[in-house]
């Protein structure tokens, strides 16, 4: 028996050797694939398990790159971060400015109708002292 896998789906597929160089269907995709002969399978396997050929240096340089911007961008991060955590304290301290502002002024509003009423009691009570001094 061998092993292989379907080029589409890699799905592991395995075959007895009456199957070998024949055509079956991936039971996963249903892609037609042609089952390798025996020394095909065993180049297949020894393809699969052989280590990752070494980065070029071109890509080597492109991941130095690549790691270097990655470092900007997380110390941009942080650096926004930072400044939205500064933006946000200044926000709740204007918040609660803002907030004893309003008190204030509803205690002004407060003390100025207390004030109009007793402005308009006291002139009422002149006009009437004055009305009764000049029926006198």
């Known amino acids: ?10 799905t592991r597929l395995s075959a007895t050797p009456e199957l070998f160089g024949t055509s079956i269907g991936c039971p996963a995709c249903a892609t037609w694939l042609k089952v390798p002969q025996l020394e095909d399978a065993s180049k297949i396997v020894q393809a699969k398990s052989s280590p990752p050929a070494a980065p070029s240096d071109d890509l080597k340089a492109r991941i ?31 918040s609660i400015e803002l907030e004893s502002l309003e008190t204030s002024r509803r ?3 407060s003390k100025y109708e207390k004030l109009k009423q007793t402005s308009q ?3 009422f009570s002149l006009e009437e002292k004055l009305s009764q001094q000049s029926k006198n």
């Open 1 to 10: 028996m061998i092993f292989f896998h379907c080029h589409k789906c890699d």
């Open 64 to 94: 130095l790159t690549l790691t270097e911007e990655v470092k900007r961008l997380q110390a941009n991060l942080l650096e926004v971060q930072g400044l939205k955590e500064g933006l946000e304290l200044k926000l709740n301290d204007q």
């Open 107 to 109: 205690d002004l509003k």
């Open 121 to 123: 009691e006291t002139i």
